[in-house]
């Protein structure tokens, strides 16, 4: 798996750290692999040139990795949410798109209603300086 040399905001969380990493605006990029020590614990990542967005977490030995493209996503209905940053020095608030898109719904007659569907990190909301 491969996250492309950007610019990046968001952190990564290694398993040999105690904290995670955060990227304000930071060149990074990085193979990585399930076989590999140290793994990646989690990690939310936003190619702010790019305008895509990593989210990556290791459960039972495996990767979860999701990539979403936010030009890919224009159009769909969406939601701005703001979560309070832990353990992550300087950033006050992570950000994120909530995105949702019309199912057929049995319980409402097989109507068409908006479910909750992409949930996309798109950076900070406030990062403060040292």
């Known amino acids: 798996m491969k996250i492309e040399k950007s ?3 968001g952190y990564i969380w290694k398993s040999d750290q105690t904290e995670p ?8 990029g990085e193979e ?9 614990v989690e990690a939310q990542l936003f190619d702010t040139v790019n305008k895509k967005s990593y989210s990556i977490k290791y459960v039972d030995g495996k ?3 999701t990539q979403y493209n936010l030009a890919e996503l224009k159009g769909v209905e969406k939601e701005g949410l703001s979560f309070v940053a832990h353990r992550l020095k300087r950033v006050t608030r992570l950000y994120f798109n909530q995105y ?8 409402c007659d097989n109507m068409q209603v908006l479910q909750p569907k992409e949930l ?3 950076g ?7």
């Open 63 to 65: 990767y979860i990795c």
């Open 32 to 40: 990585f692999s399930e076989n590999e020590n140290p793994f990646i």
């Open 120 to 122: 996309v990190f798109v």
């Open 100 to 107: 949702w898109r019309e199912e057929a719904d049995p319980r």
């Open 124 to 130: 900070f909301q406030e990062y403060k300086e040292d």
């Open 7 to 9: 610019i990046y905001q």
């Open 21 to 28: 990493k955060v990227l304000n605006n930071e060149e990074f």
